[in-house]
């Protein structure tokens, strides 16, 4: 079992920053990939980005550019840098883990970007 707990989210005015963190509980490894996806109001869940280690990033279109996903392997946690943000990057942010064939989510944390 792996339990994911999401944190950072907030208002934010277009142009800002935030930092999403995702603290991940249970025995996560290196191979596995960790992740964000997002759902905004009457839209279906999108990839934002993910990573596994030793390989580079995958980015949704809409981000690439202005997002930026890390790990820890050893703290088994992993961050969302968000630059440049956008009123349509308005959303419900999940942590993401899929590990032996079985996808684990966070709860979400919301982002609004509004001025």
């Known amino acids: 079992q792996v339990q994911l707990v999401e944190s950072g989210g907030g208002l934010v005015q277009p142009g800002g920053s935030l930092r999403l963190s995702c603290a991940a509980s249970?025995?996560?490894?290196?191979?596995?990939?960790m992740g964000w996806y997002r759902q905004a109001p009457g839209k279906e869940r999108e990839l934002v980005a993910r990573?596994?280690?030793?390989?580079?990033?995958d980015y949704g279109d809409s981000v690439e550019g202005r997002f930026a996903i890390s790990r820890d392997n050893a703290k088994q946690m992993v961050w969302l840098q968000m630059n440049s943000l956008e009123p349509e990057d308005t959303a419900v942010y999940y942590c993401?883990?899929?590990?032996?064939?079985?996808?684990?989510w966070g709860r979400g944390t919301l982002v609004t970007v509004s001025s």
């Open positions: 993401h883990v899929r590990k032996d064939g079985m996808d684990y």
């Open positions: 249970g025995s996560v490894l290196s191979s596995n990939v």
């Open positions: 990573i596994r280690s030793g390989r580079y990033p």
